[in-house]
């Protein structure tokens, strides 16, 4: 199949980079975006030629930047869009979404899609050792993805990460280095050693085409919904790409003809209240966020200080007439539980933090209650248990003996 | 004497080097000598005199927005590196 990415382009002046494993603009240093020619795209992609496919992330592959097939996780996305009545009674809202990738595969996190496509890209440019800088989800993706596809990996994470998502790196064979500092400061680390060793770093130099891969959860979203745009969308934010994906999948859908409507989608940005510099940075009508040094907070996976796209996903966040805000870490875990309780989804912290961030934007009025809502659920709550051992109730012990059951069950039984 | 540690990136206008040597007490100091001496690096670090938001200064490992920005003194011997802001998340 034809590749129809032309090239790189800077964000900020608009510079053209031939496709290749580089991300910032050398002459002013800003992010580089893969630009495509949707005119060509439009001639050759259709809902039916999509519904056609099988159902993963790859089957909007016109607008994903590889070339051929992909070679590493072609069974990516194609997860389930839930309606959410039960907690939609609970906030008072009249129809609420749950786009859950909790369950995308192999590694329970949406950064199984951004990672598709950076290793694709990455065994296409020749690369035969990988790495990230990461604060848990994308390590699980990279050393798993890696290993199917035969690459040697690196991981890069804060030593202080939760043990399971260590845990789930290692498994996979990847040699994985905890570095004694804040994720910025990891990331600033790994920006030197792709420089020094030239190692294909998914969300270093290959950040242009592994930010891409986060468009498929818009394009999900928006099929599953019969090919129309939801009026709200809140996600969570760490770096702030993906809610910019999100909605640049929806502009896309416009532009090529697969979507009539133009986007009206308004986009929410969620945060822990420890680490907020996007959400500090919205609602203090700033230009530019403030990073945090040392973020605090349970919700390790948002924690990023300084985040790349902070300028850019504050600015499209006005932009669309949303907002931001950011929650205590009881709140996350507040939210963790009902979302467990209400729709059965045991999303990790940032999904807490997500939904704790719509149930309050919902109580500012800022988010009506009378329109449709889309929450993404981006990570799965067996990796970060830890910050719910005080929150649910342990299991009663008992000896295996009915008199035993009696005495701590309180409901009156059928048969005497 | 500081110096400079100079990203690949930036090095065809470094006249080649990894590290340049450099006068100065303050950060702002030390680059506007390093400015002096490459001065096709002055587009590249500055605009309008301010210096470009998507490249990060480091004193001696640490960023110098949680210090005094370009006001950040500097002691003989330690090292200032510059690196791209874009990555991660």
């Known amino acids: 199949m034809a590749d129809y990415s032309l090239g790189l382009q800077c964000k900020l002046c608009g510079k053209r980079y031939d496709k290749q494993p580089i991300n910032f603009c050398t002459d002013d240093f800003g992010p580089l975006e893969v630009v495509y020619d949707y005119a060509a795209i439009k001639a050759n992609i259709s809902r039916e030629k999509i519904q056609s496919r099988p159902r993963s992330m790859w089957r909007y592959r016109e607008l994903l930047p590889i070339a051929g097939n992909p070679t590493v996780g072609p069974q990516v996305g194609g997860t389930p869009l839930i309606r959410a009545n039960r907690l939609a009674d609970e906030l008072g809202v009249e129809a609420l979404w749950i786009k859950n990738d909790a369950v995308n595969f192999p590694t329970l996190s949406f950064k199984d899609r951004v990672v598709s496509v950076a290793l694709s890209k990455a065994v296409e440019f020749g690369f035969r050792i990988v790495g990230c800088a990461s604060t848990g989800n994308l390590a699980n993706s990279v050393a798993a993805n890696a290993a199917q596809a035969g690459l040697e990996a690196y991981i890069f994470v804060p030593s202080d990460l939760e043990k399971a998502k260590i845990l789930g790196t290692s498994v996979f064979g990847a040699n994985v280095i905890g570095v004694n500092g804040t994720y910025d400061e990891v990331n600033r680390l790994c920006t030197q050693v792709a420089f020094k060793y030239k190692w294909g770093f998914v969300n270093i130099n290959l950040r242009p085409f592994y930010a891409e891969g986060s468009k498929t959860m818009g394009y999900e979203i928006a099929e599953d919904l019969g090919w129309r745009f939801p009026k709200h969308v809140v996600a969570p934010m760490a770096g702030g790409s993906l809610i910019g994906k999100i909605h640049k999948a929806f502009t896309e859908l416009h532009e090529v003809g697969l979507v009539d409507a133009p986007v009206t989608t308004k986009m929410y940005g969620a945060q822990a209240t420890g680490c907020n510099p996007i959400s500090d940075c919205v609602k203090s009508d700033r230009d530019r966020h403030k990073p945090i040094r040392k973020p605090n907070t349970i919700c390790k996976s948002l924690a990023i200080g300084d985040p790349a796209d902070g300028i850019f996903s504050s600015k499209l966040i006005r932009n669309s007439g949303g907002w931001a805000e950011d929650v205590s870490d009881d709140e996350i875990v507040e939210s963790m539980l009902q979302l467990a309780r209400t729709e059965g989804v045991f999303a990790e912290t940032a999904g807490g933090t997500t939904l704790a961030v719509a149930k309050k934007l919902i109580e500012q009025g800022r988010i009506p209650r009378d329109e449709e809502i889309v929450l993404c659920i981006t990570g799965n709550g067996l990796k970060t248990q830890d910050c719910l051992a005080d929150a649910v109730e342990r299991p009663a012990n008992i000896k295996p003996s009915l008199e035993a059951f009696d005495a701590i069950y309180a409901g009156d039984p059928v048969l005497v | ?89």
């Open chain 2, 1 to 89: 004497m500081t110096k400079v540690q100079i990203p690949p990136p930036l090095r065809e206008q470094a006249n080649g080097l990894a590290e340049v040597p450099v006068a100065g007490a303050t950060v702002g100091e030390a680059l506007a000598d390093l400015v002096r001496q490459c001065p096709a690096l002055d587009s590249k670090l500055f605009d309008s005199g301010k210096l470009r938001p998507h490249i990060n200064v480091l004193v001696n490992d640490e960023d110098i927005r949680y210090l005094d920005d370009l006001e950040t003194p500097i002691a003989d011997g330690q090292a200032i590196a510059l690196i791209p802001a874009v990555a991660g998340g």
